[in-house]
């Protein structure tokens, strides 16, 4: 957003054809910054909230697409394929991100390759975003740690690198000194982070973020902690 605002007022620009593409959430705090923006140059606006229905069949597509991989990656028969395809096409409120977390977690957790094991599978999947953050979340490896670094990210005014989160997640009130905190090197960090968190977090050039927006809402739907110390089962 900041290079885009600094080059309009570049004089260097000229009457150059320079064009734009932007999405984002249709949040009134995300269209604000924008708005000076929108005031001086002309543009097209494309609102999705009113592209529903293509914006479904579109989401069929990948999930018709996703199956086919799944399908010959776990040598799928025909039969237990085209079942697969219709329970996940029968759930509401399919989404992209719901697609991309629905897959993981039936690669990850693995299902009989039956007819029957197809519907058990798909009866224990998420139906909806939140529900598959709490699977992520339920199968944490080290549930307190996880806990631990999902409050210092959103209490974070920015991302952190991993260097950041590693040394945060080491320090206690007792600290006194950088040079007396247990840290591992950052490669076995990152490798730790994704046992605790899975795909709750994700790593971009060593800065690491939550999945996407939808999760840091999640996260503060409800205290993340609870007032006794961290025995609430829920992660929100």
Known sequence: MRNVERQSHSHHLGFSALRYLMTSRPYEQIVQRFRSLLE????????????????????????????????????????????LLEALLKVEHRTYLWVHLV????????????RAGVESATEKLPSTVNEAYEKILNTSKDRLSARKALAIILAANRALTLSELNIAMEIE?????KHKLDLESVSDF??????????????????VYLIHQTAREFLRAEPLMSATGLQNDQWQ
């Open 173 to 177: 009130m007792t600290t006194r000194s």
């Open 190 to 207: 990152q490798s730790r982070l994704r046992l605790m968190c899975g795909l709750f977090v994700s790593v971009h050039q060593t800065s």
């Open 103 to 114: 897959f993981d977690y039936l690669q990850s957790k693995g299902f009989k390759k039956t």
């Open 40 to 83: 001086r140059f002309p543009r097209i606006h494309i609102p999705g909230e009113d592209e529903s229905e293509t914006i479904s069949e579109e989401v069929n597509h990948v999930i018709r697409y996703r199956v086919e991989k799944l399908a010959q990656l776990q040598q799928l028969t025909d039969h237990v394929q085209a079942g």
